[in-house]
């Protein structure tokens, strides 16, 4: 049994399919002179399917996802034309009598070796196209070796990290787990996970050395610990769960049509958190009202350079047509941190990024930017005068910066009224993420329509422990003691000042913390769009006095451990069918 980090709940069985493996132990032995040409034809054939899958790729998800999104795939074409690329290869497979897969190993090494010396960000991002070109090549000559095993039946993605290519692509396979080594949380292939409902655990040590293609292996997504080749009796005590697992999605996917209710009657809206066109139509398809966080920044990040006011306001109209009711809660740019956009002067390394220039501290900066992207989300929204779309700002931190907010929003109305378009005034909300803005979230309130918290960061600003760094999950854990008050003292605030609250974070999709926040006061969440039919039965299961009682409880508590083992408790009485769902 291998522990990592519980990324995307549920239970997984299947067959390992190590997209990384041949350049764990690539095969050094040298040819003989009488396979040399054989070995540069079946090159040329994995470089020839390599391309067709991309072109393929290319046009799906441009019909599928989106132009934007499609490009990646034409990128990765290029650089596969280039003929630096494969004479590079040719070369070594005849001149040094290297098999192809060692040579595109060498070639791998050398890319990584000029570009990780780089300063420059939009270089240092071309090093991720370049890897997943050799790694597809690579699949394909062991695909032509190792006939198909390696694509049968339901399979568990096993990865060093999902590259950006793998996770769009991730619907041409039949993938019921995923396992990366690297990653955390919020890396690619935590986000994909959790939006489509497919067990996942990141950051296990050591996966690729322990694991081979073909492999039988379990990931337990609640649990966060994968096995690999199980015992007969460990296997069937696994696949009792994963039936349970797959029953009740079968089962939950039946309640997109009812209303989100607590048993007492009280009615919550469950909205979905969003990173483009196509969870958007999943977000509707899984029954949420609404969508409570668009994350524009996968925007920016799929742009080599900034996207003008038009482009970005096609994307933005796209996303509102595409989701319930019309009703999106679009946040500005929330770049920084671990995600960089290069165009926008983000080529130097900061000591401690997540507390430095990101978010709206890294827009203020750029000002032209800045009001281009208010802008063009005042005129999408302007198209739908039958639904209700806000704007958010992610870190605020003072009470100033919510003024000045404030002023340019004005200006964008003045500015697009100027140009003859008809301007909706949007609800302005302001993401409650900073620990200062927590503790006097009673001097903002005048100045917001409403309150989202981010529980994700705040989560990790008040514990002093990086979200993303697996040595200290144990500290970043949003049912922590002194988190619950900050949670409380900020639901209870908003709700004495009627300002409508929601919690955005990862924690608003989890079982043990809904209960919570929903006995805090809170009545209106957002999560990934798979969480929301859980959510649903679980609040169906629960009345808003059962909830208030255990915070009641739940407050008195000194440490997280006591919080999850009573919670835990809890779950179990009140939706015992649902304690699969949670992670611990
Ligand atoms: C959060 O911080 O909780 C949040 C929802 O934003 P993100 O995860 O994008 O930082
Ligand atoms: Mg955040």
């Known amino acids: 049994m291998r522990r990592g980090i519980a990324v995307s709940p549920g239970v997984a069985i299947g067959t390992a399919y190590v997209i990384h493996e041949i350049f764990v132990n690539p095969d050094t032995k040298r040819l003989e002179d009488t396979e040399i040409t054989a070995e540069l034809a079946s090159y040329e054939t994995a470089r020839d399917k390599a391309t ?47 098999n192809a897969g060692a040579a595109l190993h060498r070639l791998l090494g050398e890319y990584t070796a000029i570009f990780s010396k780089t300063k420059d960000a939009y270089l240092r991002e071309k090093l991720d196209d370049i890897r997943d070109v050799i790694i597809r090549v ?5 695909h032509s070796k190792s006939a198909d095993k390696m694509v049968e039946g339901p399979l568990i993605l096993v990865a060093d990290e999902l590259l950006p290519s793998q996770a769009v692509a991730l619907g041409d396979f039949d993938v019921h787990g995923i396992v990366t080594q690297a990653g955390s949380q919020t890396s690619h292939a935590a986000i994909i996970a959790r939006s489509r ?59 997109r049509d009812e209303k989100a209710q607590t048993k007492c009657g009280t009615e919550l809206r469950l909205e979905a958190n ?29 742009h080599s350079d900034l996207p003008d006011e038009d482009e970005q306001y096609e994307v933005y109209r796209d996303i509102i ?12 740019l929330d770049i920084g941190g671990d995600k960089t956009v290069a165009y926008l002067g983000h080529d130097h390394k900061e000591a401690n990024p997540f507390m430095g220039w990101r978010s709206i501290r890294l827009s203020f900066e750029h000002p032209e930017f800045f009001n281009t992207q208010i802008r063009a989300i005042v005129r999408a929204a302007s198209e739908f005068p039958q639904g209700t779309a806000r704007i958010m700002f992610p870190m605020v931190t003072t009470v100033e910066e919510l003024r000045k907010l404030r002023s340019m929003i004005r200006k964008a109305y003045k500015t697009l009224t100027a140009r003859d378009i008809k301007v ?8 409650l993420e900073v620990p200062a803005a927590a503790i006097s979230i009673d001097t903002m309130l005048d100045l917001v329509d409403f309150v989202s918290i981010g529980s994700n960061d705040l989560v990790q600003y008040l514990m002093a422990a990086d979200r993303d760094n697996p040595k200290v999950s144990h500290l970043c854990q949003p049912l922590a003691p002194p988190v619950l008050r900050v949670l409380k003292h900020v639901i209870t605030a908003c709700n004495e000042s009627r300002t409508p609250v929601t ?17 805090m006061g809170l009545r209106r969440f957002s999560m990934s769009p798979a969480f929301v039919p859980s959510i649903k039965q679980l609040a169906s299961q629960i009345s808003i006095e059962e909830a208030e009682s255990i915070v009641a409880t739940v407050m008195k508590f000194k440490t997280t451990a006591q919080v999850k083992k009573y919670m835990t408790r809890q779950i179990e009485q009140v939706a015992p069918n649902l304690a699969i769902l949670d992670s611990n």
């Open 424 to 431: 909706k005034e949007l609800l302005f909300g302001m993401m």
């Open 321 to 332: 047509a595409a989701s319930p009711n019309h009703n999106v809660t679009i946040r500005t």
């Open 197 to 255: 409902g497919i067990p996942a655990v990141s950051g296990v040590k050591n996966m690729l050395r322990k694991v081979k293609t073909g492999d039988t292996i379990v990931v337990d997504g609640r649990a966060g610990c994968v096995e690999v080749n199980p015992n007969a009796e460990s296997l069937a005590a696994f696949r009792k769960l994963e039936r349970e697992f797959f029953d009740l999605r079968d089962q939950l996917a039946t309640n």
């Open 138 to 142: 690579s699949s394909h000559l062991k």
């Open 503 to 519: 919690v955005c974070g990862e924690m608003a999709g989890k079982p043990k913390a809904f209960l919570l926040l929903l006995g």
């Open 52 to 98: 067709a899958d991309l072109r393929a790729l290319e046009k799906k998800v441009d019909a599928q996802v989106g132009h934007d999104e499609a490009t990646i795939f034409a990128v990765h074409q290029q650089i596969l034309r280039d003929p630096a690329f494969t004479n590079k290869i040719r070369n070594w497979i005849v001149e040094e009598k290297m």
């Open 274 to 302: 969003i990173n483009g066109v196509s969870d958007a139509k999943a977000a509707a398809a899984m029954g949420a009202s609404g969508i409570g966080l668009y994350r524009t920044e996968y925007l920016y990040l799929t």
